[in-house]
């Protein structure tokens, strides 16, 4: 017997349905710049296929550099451990 997919959506289909997919972004939202040191909240929307993990959705970092044109960022995420997630511009806003 094969063991099923343990994949990034795994399990959240419901996340998936109609009424739970993103809303098409603008060009306005696609073309964002943040300096380092900005405070930044991950919010996934747009495309599925390059979102952060979903367990860091509404979290708040820093940047810390620019990489292509994506963000690197900086996430506490508990008092001794700190995260660097590389995330796209599309997915991130102001905190």
């Known amino acids: ?9 795994s399990g959240r289909t419901r996340h998936l349905a109609r009424h739970h997919k993103p809303s098409k972004l603008g060009v306005t939202k ?7 040191g900005d405070k930044v909240r991950i919010v996934p929307k747009g495309n599925f296929r390059d979102i952060p993990h ?3 959705r509404g979290k708040v970092g ?4 620019k ?3 994506a963000y690197v960022v900086s996430i506490d995420v508990s008092k001794s451990t ?14």
């Open 30 to 36: 696609l073309i964002k710049n943040f300096e380092v």
């Open 62 to 65: 820093t940047v810390v550099e």
């Open 82 to 95: 700190k995260r660097r997630l590389v995330v796209p511009q599309r997915h991130l806003d102001k905190a």
């Open 54 to 56: 979903p367990r860091y």
């Open 1 to 9: 017997m094969t063991e099923r997919s343990k994949g990034l959506f």
């Open 67 to 69: 990489r292509g044109s």
